[in-house]
């Protein structure tokens, strides 16, 4: 395999890289890695130190806990309490976009800082072959936010990594973009009905054909649930409004469908609601210029995908 350094991004991940980015988690660095949703910001989820670096490079509040990533089903059933519909799910889902909060396990090994305090913890699989292989690799399980600094723009490459944390982070390996380009959809289990914490990559409506239904959290009792779910976030520099037919004098326009001048940045031409969230991250970044005044974003469908597009964009509206 060909190799490319530029600065500390590892541009292809041969066995080598791996090897040095797992060492690097072992000896409690930061690693940022592909998912097939965005780049994730790596530790050691076992490593008090670590799990603290990850909150101190982001600028994360340490009240907002973070998602342990594991490579197989063996050594996450060894933390948390799986019910029948965290199984079903499961089996459903996983590897995949599609992160679970269930109770923590008494004798749990994950450090108490990254789930905020809570007994409870939120846990996934990954569907990425170098997430997969970086995770096995490092023996352990891997605590990992967004690699961007906190309420800024997600990274769905490694140079958006590059760009937003640098040479704070201590590897960044490259998988080019991400597939599915918008975080997880997050479905607590731990209490007595299942409830939507954050809609993302798998569909609200595809989790209920496996498990029934799952209530919508209103907000209120999600700071409780939830404590991260921030209503400013995934924020660009300058001012963002939705549901725009046109852009004013001196703001860019991010488009969506066929109905619009072909030359606007466009999230899908087509109006395909999957090519548009995975468009979305890098899109923003790449219209969040001071030249501009703000972005207006054209109306996203609020079905399928578009529930976590409109999600993010309304948090990212958020002043
Ligand atoms: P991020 O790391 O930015 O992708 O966000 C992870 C999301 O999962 C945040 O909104 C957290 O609040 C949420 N989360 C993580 N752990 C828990 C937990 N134990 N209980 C409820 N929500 C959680
Ligand atoms: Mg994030």
């Known amino acids: 395999m060909k190799e490319q350094f530029q600065n500390n991004i ?16 072992q000896a409690g660095g930061l690693v940022a890695f592909p998912t097939e949703t ?14 603290a670096c990850i909150f101190d490079v982001k600028g994360r509040p340490y009240f907002n806990p973070l998602i342990i990533h594991f490579s197989n089903q063996v050594s996450l059933s060894a933390t948390v309490v799986f019910n029948e519909q965290a199984k079903k799910l499961a089996r459903a889902f996983w590897p995949g976009a599609l992160t679970l909060v269930l109770p923590r396990k008494s004798d749990c090994s994950i450090s108490l800082l990254a789930s905020a305090g809570l007994d409870t913890l939120a846990v996934r699989i990954p569907n990425h072959p170098l997430a997969q292989a970086l995770i096995t690799a490092a023996n ?5 936010p967004s690699a961007n600094c906190s309420g800024e723009i997600s990274p769905s490459t ?17 998988g080019g973009p991400c597939r599915v380009g918008i ?10 009905t299942p409830t939507l914490l954050r809609p993302g990559g798998i569909v609200c409506e595809e989790l209920e054909k496996v498990i029934g239904p799952i209530v919508l959290s209103d907000g209120s009792e999600d700071k409780n649930r939830s404590p991260g779910m921030l209503e400013r976030h995934y924020a660009p520099s300058i001012p963002l409004r939705l549901n725009a037919k046109k852009a004013n004098p001196g703001e860019a326009f991010l488009a969506f469908g066929s109905k619009v001048n072909a030359r606007h940045t466009n999230l899908s031409h087509m109006g395909d609601l999957k090519e548009a969230a995975a468009n979305l991250f890098a899109m923003l970044r790449m219209l969040d210029q001071p030249n501009f005044r703000g972005i207006a ?8 995908l578009g529930v976590a597009i409109n999600d993010r964009l309304k948090r990212a509206a958020t002043m």
């Open 140 to 144: 352990t399980p891997i605590a990992a």
């Open 38 to 51: 965005v780049y994730g910001l790596g530790a050691d989820a076992t490593n008090d130190d670590a799990v």
């Open 10 to 25: 590892l541009k292809c991940a041969s066995i080598d890289h791996l090897t040095k980015a797992a060492q690097t988690i």
């Open 158 to 174: 490694a140079e958006h990594v590059m760009q937003s944390l640098g040479e704070k982070v201590d590897t960044i390996l490259d």
């Open 183 to 192: 975080e997880s959809t997050v479905i607590d289990l731990s209490g007595s």
């Open 297 to 304: 974003v054209m109306k996203i469908p609020t079905t399928g």
